[in-house]
């Protein structure tokens, strides 16, 4: 016997602190870090609902499998787009680019 | 509380905190060193809940592959320096976000599932794995394109022209190369 309520919540803590960690970091490799506890916050649902759930389904137990294969595929996408640009711009700060803007407008009214 | 929750309650709390500092570590090592001890502390849970094939897949790709490549593209795109966390005022809204959705979410699940008590009667592997060969064995088998196009394409992607000039010494050989070998061939 087991309370389904604690992996729900802590489901929920984890996708909260993913979604902080992909708004809060300007670090692309750091973003990438949030996307993973988002999944990994599906993946225990998913989890949860197979193992506890009243039909004994193991649908839901493959379908977390599915997406452990998916988010594989997408770190190797992600990194191969970090790769790129990396060598296009010699860093990886997602706000590089936004604060040389924000620079400008300043000294444009200054 | 039965010996289940308790064990999860300790499990889940490794999770979460190593969780926490994985995205509020300012060092780009640390948080991505605090991302295996998170979902490990995932399998764990895993394992609790009694699903232990999916717990050794998620140690064996995300603690095994998936980190692996966070920690190359860490080392591959080292530039000293970089800023890692934004402005306090993006921080407090991110935060302010981020608490919404756990409160959004734990609010939709809890209301949805309540508090009580059931028994753990998840199919073991056998049931798994006639899922995995029965019911989805098309989806199993797009699986395996979908990783071999993610390699091409991870590679085509590395290997593209920077900044899109078409730089002469990155470009492939030319298919006059490719018409010669072909017509070598009876």
């Known amino acids: ?110 | 509380m039965s010996g289940l929750d308790v064990l999860f309650v300790a499990v889940g709390l490794v999770t979460a905190g190593a969780a926490a500092l994985s995205v509020t570590s300012r060092q780009v090592l640390h948080a991505a060193l605090w991302l295996v001890v998170a979902l490990g502390g995932l399998a764990g849970c895993y394992l609790v809940l009694g699903a232990e094939l999916v717990a050794l897949v998620q140690l064996l790709v995300y603690v095994g592959a998936v980190v692996v490549l966070v920690l190359f593209a860490l080392m591959l795109t080292r530039a000293g320096g970089v800023p890692v966390v934004t402005g306090v005022p993006q921080r407090v809204a991110a935060a302010l976000v981020g608490a919404g959705t756990t409160v959004l979410l734990g609010g939709a699940l809890l209301s949805a599932f309540g508090w009580g008590r059931v028994p753990i009667d998840g199919g073991g592997s056998t049931e798994v794995a006639a899922t995995i060969f029965g019911t989805d064995v098309w989806p199993f088998e797009l699986l395996s394109a979908l990783l071999l196009m993610a390699l091409v394409a991870a590679v085509a992607v590395a290997r593209a022209p920077v900044g899109g000039q078409d730089d002469p010494s990155q470009r492939p050989d030319p298919p006059a190369d490719v018409e010669a070998v072909q017509g070598e061939r009876p």
């Not at chain 1, 993913?18 to 916050?41: F, K, M, S």
């Not at chain 1, 060598?87 to 680019?97: I, M, N, Q, Y």
Request: glycine share 10%; net charge negative.
């Open chain 1, 1 to 110: 016997m087991i309370r389904p309520a604690l992996p729900y919540l802590l489901a929920a803590v984890l996708a909260g602190l993913g979604v902080y960690g992909i708004l809060a970091r300007r670090h692309a490799v750091l973003v990438l870090i949030g996307v993973e506890l988002v999944l990994g916050a599906a993946g225990l649902v998913l989890v949860t609902v197979a193992q506890t759930g009243a039909a004994g389904d193991p649908g839901a137990a493959v379908l977390t499998l599915f997406v452990i294969t998916i988010a594989a595929a997408e770190v190797v996408l992600a990194l191969a787009v970090l790769l790129a640009l990396f060598r296009a711009r010699g860093h990886v700060d997602l706000h590089a680019e936004l604060d040389a803007h924000g620079e400008e407008e300043v000294r444009g009214r200054a």
